[in-house]
């Protein structure tokens, strides 16, 4: 059988148990220790001395390649072009965009440099899957290389329509870097569907079925939803069931309703939206003050980038505003947190909540609201408030209660709707979800994605 290589920015032995690792790290790390692998990627670290050869160790069934970035690299690559142009722009915020041109030669510098070091490693019948924005263009540089070796790319996040991908100045020569890759696949059809729109638009590629044909190369292209382990979640939501935090919560809530969100601190999960929208609930239905919390916790990401300090900033003074005008002595309505938990512990706190509110403006995925759903007790489930802009949303509408997030009033409806579901219409939504969850598991998406590579 042939080896797995999988290349991603982020690598789990280093992030794992640091602050929050993000959808990618935790969906990789299940889905390469079941099958076991190879994972090349930064190790987390800024070095002066570039030349450090990269460090190898194992962990199990798991072979790590690392390596450290030299400052220049970071800031070119990681904070510049990948998480100051890719990943705004990814998600709609073409506003918080700043593209340098000498941030994108750093980043296909970095990528060629990743490239290399696979080369010392690869043997001809090694499978390659390469994730995420970081490394769009390794693939290309790869075959510059002359690596033959099948190559697949998985994008997490949103590929946007042509018309906001277009105000990237380098749009062109980065899609056409797409087309080195024997598989690309997305989070949903409409990503997929961005995509060939743009390929055909802007390429001049054909669309065939499952396949961009461009030049002389053929690309298959498909929607690949990122799973969870539904069962695994489940039996970790019950771990900490005696656990101290979680006592913490209980004593705090004194019997209150619990609403909980978990994001990265991040601009595209709407938390302003959110707050405001728990504001617009005390307001419009007064039975609910004094009666439920909404926990907002929020581990602070890429503080080095001015949009998420200004996030930061400004959620600061939001939950501020709020908390001022509606605490009382016995009551805070928003207990906002930058911090993270243990996983075990997340997901008890899911557990013991009635109301999971995920709303992000834009969203590749979501593991949070997946999550959320597997970790609620089947007798007494809590309800999973989702934005219609998660890519979750194209499995999860039937189950969740959509909301639009830049619709205040109507999230705080549907807060009220949510608090006052009665059982049996709670118990039929978590049923039909948690079907959804075990079918399109994580171990479906791995082998979906890498069966299509390898056929
Ligand atoms: P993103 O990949 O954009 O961060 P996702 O919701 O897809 O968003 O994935 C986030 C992952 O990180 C989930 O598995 C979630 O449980 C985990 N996570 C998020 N916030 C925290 C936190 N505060 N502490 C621990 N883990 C977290
Ligand atoms: C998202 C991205 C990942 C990234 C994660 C954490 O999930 O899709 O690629 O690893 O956020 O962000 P960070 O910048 O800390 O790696």
């Known amino acids: 059988m042939s080896r797995l290589i999988v290349v991603s920015n982020r690598v789990a032995s280093i992030t794992e148990g640091k ?70 722009t990814f998600h709609y915020r ?21 490239a290399q070091i696979l080369t010392s490693s690869i043997a001809s019948d090694d499978i390659i899957w390469v994730h995420d924005y970081h490394l769009i263009p390794f693939g290309q ?62 390429l001049g590629a054909i669309h065939i079925g499952d396949t961009v044909r461009l030049g002389d190369r053929s690309i298959k292209v498909g929607a690949y939803p990122i799973g969870i382990q539904p069962e695994q979640i489940r039996t970790l939501s019950k771990e900490s069931r005696h656990s101290k935090p979680l006592d913490a919560l209980r004593e705090g809530l004194q019997h209150r309703k619990l609403i909980v969100s978990v994001d990265r601190l991040d601009y595209s999960k709407g938390l302003i939206e959110r707050f405001d929208a728990f504001e617009c609930l005390l ?72 109301v999971g509110l995920v709303t992000p403006l834009r969203d590749g995925m979501n593991l949070v609201a997946k999550e959320y759903v597997a970790s609620q007790p089947a007798e007494d489930p809590g309800v999973l408030v989702l934005s219609e802009f998660a890519g979750a949303a194209a499995e999860m509408h039937e189950g969740a209660l959509m909301v639009n997030p830049y619709d205040v009033q109507g999230m705080a409806d549907s807060l009220d709707r949510a608090l006052n579901m009665p059982l049996e219409e709670r118990k039929q939504r978590y049923e039909h979800l948690m079907g959804i969850l075990k079918k399109n598991n994580l171990s479906v998406w791995r082998d979906r994605f890498l069966n299509d590579l390898g056929s």
């Open 141 to 202: 540089a790869c075959r510059s290389l002359g690596i033959k070796n099948k190559i697949g790319f998985f994008l997490h996040i949103p590929f946007p329509s042509p018309s906001v991908l277009r105000t990237i100045p380098s749009h062109q020569e980065l899609v056409e870097s797409m087309c080195a890759y024997d598989l690309v696949g997305f989070q949903t059809q409409s990503d997929v569907q961005a995509f060939i729109d743009y390929t055909t638009r802007h």
């Open 94 to 114: 073409i506003d918080l965009s700043r593209y340098i041109r000498r941030d994108y030669s750093g980043y296909r510098a970095v990528n060629r440099r990743f």
């Open 283 to 354: 307001e419009s239905s007064p039975q609910h003050r004094g009666k439920v919390t909404l926990v907002q916790i929020a581990p602070p990401s890429r503080q080095d980038v001015q949009g998420y300090r200004q996030i930061r900033r400004q959620l600061e003074s939001t939950a501020g505003r709020i908390n001022g005008k509606w605490t009382e002595l016995s009551w805070t309505p928003i207990r906002y947190m930058n911090r993270s938990y243990e996983r075990t512990l997340l997901m008890s706190f899911f557990r013991v909540s009635q």
């Open 19 to 88: 602050s929050s690792a993000g959808g990618l790290v935790v969906g990789v790390l299940d889905a390469l220790r079941g099958m076991g692998g190879i994972w090349l990627g930064w190790n987390g670290e800024i070095e002066t001395d570039p030349v450090q050869p990269p460090l190898t160790h194992s962990e199990k069934n798991i072979d790590f390649i690392t390596v450290a970035l030299t400052q220049r690299e970071y800031d070119q690559y990681y904070r510049g072009f990948s998480n100051g142009v890719l990943w705004p």
